[in-house]
Nanobody, 125 residues
Framework: HVQLVESGGGSVQAGGSLTLSCQVSGLTIRDNCVAWFRRPAGKAREGVAAMRPPGIGNTYYDTKVRGRFTMSQDNAKATTFLKMDSLKPEDSAMYFC??????????????????WGQGTQVTVS
C-alpha cells in the first residue's frame, strides 16, 4: 500500500515562507519520481517541482516558482520537501505530493503520476 501524506500548509502573508513535507510509505523515493503539484481555486492542477532519480541535478521547476521554491528529499526519513520562499498571492493553492515509477519525458506533467496525497492548503494574502 502506497501512501503519501502532505503537511506544512497554512496561511502566510505575501513575502513569507512555508516548507511543505510529504511523507511517503510503500515505495522508495530514491527509486521513483516525486513531484509537487498545486491546484489554485477554480483552476486546473499544475506542476510545481519534480525530482527524477537519482535526485540531485535532476530537479525541475515550473517557471512561476523557479528561484523561489526548492524541492529536496530526505531518503532516510522517506520524505520530500518543498521549501517555498517569497510567496505571492498567486501561489495560493492546494498543494499535492505525487509519485510514480516512470515520470516520463516531462516530469511536471501529471499524466504519469499514479500515487497522490490528499493535499495541503497554502493561502497567501
Amino acid at each position: 500500500h502506497v501512501q503519501l501524506v502532505e503537511s506544512g500548509g497554512g496561511s502566510v502573508q505575501a513575502g513569507g515562507s512555508l516548507t511543505l513535507s510529504c511523507q511517503v510509505s510503500g515505495l522508495t523515493i530514491r527509486d521513483n519520481c516525486v513531484a509537487w503539484f498545486r491546484r489554485p481555486a477554480g483552476k486546473a492542477r499544475e506542476g510545481v517541482a519534480a525530482m527524477r532519480p537519482p535526485g540531485i541535478g535532476n530537479t525541475y521547476y515550473d517557471t512561476k516558482v523557479r528561484g523561489r521554491f526548492t524541492m529536496s528529499q530526505d531518503n532516510a526519513k522517506a520524505t520530500t520537501f518543498l521549501k517555498m520562499d517569497s510567496l505571492k498571492p498567486e501561489d495560493s493553492a492546494m498543494y499535492f505530493c505525487a509519485a510514480t515509477s516512470e515520470c516520463g519525458y516531462w516530469p511536471l506533467s501529471d499524466v504519469r503520476y499514479n500515487y497522490w496525497g490528499q493535499g495541503t492548503q497554502v493561502t497567501v494574502s
